[in-house]
């Protein structure tokens, strides 16, 4: 059993124009900060898409036919929007850092 949560790494799954670089050093801290590694007994795995056109999403494997997918699908709704959330913030963060240090 194990759910894997994909997650944007590329600058082309951001609305604003993101360097690779700038998404990297994003998801560095998001790993170091921000990663869940477990959900109950689920173990969970984060794979960041590192190139344009994939699905952002969470797919489950089990052989349990006693797990309920559904009601785990409900516990963990919130982690993907959250952590794309927070990427955004962190890039946005990142940027704002970078122009002041600019000016």
Same mark, same amino acid.
């Given at each position: 059993?194990?759910?894997v /949560?994909?997650?944007?790494?590329?600058?082309?799954?951001?609305?604003v124009?993101?360097?690779?670089?700038? *998404?990297?050093?994003? !998801?560095?801290?998001?790993?170091? @900060? /921000? &990663? !869940?590694h477990? *959900?109950?007994e *689920?173990?969970?795995? @984060?794979? @960041? %898409?590192?190139?344009?056109?994939k699905?952002?999403?969470?797919?489950?494997? $089990?052989s349990?036919?006693? /797990?309920?997918v559904?009601? @785990?699908?409900?516990? $963990?709704n919130? !982690? !993907?929007?959250?952590r *794309?959330d %927070? &990427?955004?913030?962190? %890039?946005?963060?990142?940027r704002?850092?970078?122009?002041r240090?600019?000016?």
């Amino acid at each position: 059993m194990k759910a894997v /949560f994909y997650l944007p790494g590329h600058p082309s799954y951001f609305d604003v124009q993101y360097s690779q670089e700038e *998404v990297d050093a994003a !998801i560095a801290t998001l790993k170091r @900060f /921000f &990663l !869940i590694h477990d *959900v109950g007994e *689920v173990p969970v795995e @984060f794979v @960041f %898409l590192s190139a344009p056109g994939k699905s952002v999403a969470m797919k489950f494997e $089990t052989s349990d036919p006693d /797990f309920s997918v559904d009601t @785990f699908r409900e516990v $963990t709704n919130d !982690i !993907i929007p959250r952590r *794309v959330d %927070l &990427l955004n913030s962190l %890039l946005r963060t990142a940027r704002k850092d970078r122009q002041r240090g600019l000016s």
